[in-house]
């Protein structure tokens, strides 16, 4: 009697060994970044003795909301590849090849930034650093990063050193404004998709620019960054896409090189938290301006204290850790008030893990 397979059961049998991989993939990030970090503090507790220690050690219940946060963020994240928001192969998509060439980096710059801790420089450059025509702002050492955010070394170790931070699960984080952005951009549906323009602000090394082509295979895609280096990542990154660049530009984004109402969806990751007051209502007026009329704004960042009361501690350990010298502020800013100050009208906001979202949509 010959046999006949059961195209269903094959289906559900391959979705559920991927869905086992992904987790694996997961779980696996996970548990070296926890090892990385505690050899990291380590160290650094016994090269700086006297290193304020941690104010706000957190109670083992709030690691354990923590971790089903994170978990549930990865639920989600297989969830919206299931839906077609973007491919299965992108949840596996890593920087492996950077990731073994430079992590040995990550530990030899360590000596670095403990001089600049004991010494509290944090807006030390390189003598061959341009520092000009930049804002003072920007001219920090965020997260005690050698040459801040203007040398090739700290583009090559960014991406590594974000997903150590976050557990594993940065990606994740960045692939939350998908969704909303797939679903504002129902309002175009009669634009065929070549005509569809979207911009990333502030692309930094392109990660999220890499996740818009691979949810809008067809769309026009635009990058700006005041990062030089960090364009030359970018765009080393998304060469290994064949499919048509994004157009990348160096540029602040309180001033966007673009015309008024040019894109039909806009994004921001991480940025927000890296600026004063004063920039961040510039920046969501430029985006404001360079958007179309039933066009998308969705900007993605850290959790904000109103969000987590509970999370207090954690959200000082990160200021008081980190050189963020703009995050106590953001933490307490009212981003959709800013957004409906600039002309928007706000959707909605979501929580994953320790970031947060906001969707809103220019009116017609």
Not at 183 to 199: H, N, R, T, W
Not at 219 to 246: C, H, I, M, T
Request: aromatic share 12%; charged share 25%; glycine share 4%.
């Amino acid at each position: 009697m010959q046999s006949t397979s059961n195209p269903d059961l094959l289906s559900s049998f391959s979705e559920t060994l991927t869905k086992l991989a992904y987790q694996g993939f997961q779980q696996g990030k996970s548990v070296f970044s926890l090892a990385h970090k505690t050899i990291s503090d380590s160290l650094t507790d016994a090269a700086i003795p006297s290193r304020e220690s941690v104010p706000f050690p957190l109670s083992p219940d709030l690691l354990l909301k923590l971790q089903e946060n994170r978990n549930q963020l990865c639920e989600i994240d297989w969830e919206d590849s299931q839906k077609g928001v973007y491919p299965v192969e992108i949840l596996f998509d890593s920087f492996l090849p950077d990731f073994l060439r430079y992590y040995p980096e990550i530990w030899l710059d360590l000596p670095k930034i403990w001089a600049r801790l004991q010494r509290k420089e944090y807006q030390a450059f390189a003598d061959n650093i341009e520092k000009e025509g930049y804002p003072r702002y920007y001219l920090q050492n965020f997260h005690y990063q050698t040459d801040g955010y203007l040398s090739d070394l700290s583009a090559n170790l960014y991406d590594i050193q974000v997903d150590l931070l976050f557990n594993g699960v940065a990606d994740s984080m960045r692939r939350r404004i998908l969704a909303p952005l797939k679903e504002g951009l129902k309002a175009f549906s009669s634009v065929p998709d070549y005509q569809i323009k979207v911009l990333d602000v502030a692309c930094g090394t392109g990660r999220t620019l890499r996740g818009l082509r691979a949810a809008f295979p067809k769309a026009s895609l635009f990058g700006v960054d005041l990062s030089p280096a960090y364009l030359r990542k970018a765009n080393q990154l998304l060469s290994e896409n064949p499919r048509e660049l994004p157009q990348l530009t160096q540029s602040n984004a309180e001033d966007l090189p673009h015309p008024d109402s040019f894109f039909q969806g806009v994004s921001c990751v991480f940025l927000f938290h890296e600026l004063p007051g004063f920039a961040r209502q510039k920046v969501i007026d430029e985006c404001f301006r360079v958007t179309k009329p039933g066009g998308t704004f969705v900007i993605c960042d850290s959790i904000q204290l109103p969000d987590f009361p509970e999370f207090e501690g954690m959200l000082s350990n990160f200021s008081a850790m980190f050189h963020e010298p703009y995050y106590q502020d953001y933490i307490r800013d009212d981003l959709g008030e800013r957004l409906e100050k600039a002309g928007f009208e706000l959707m909605e906001t979501q929580l994953h893990f320790v970031s947060k979202y906001w969707v809103a949509r220019k009116s017609e």
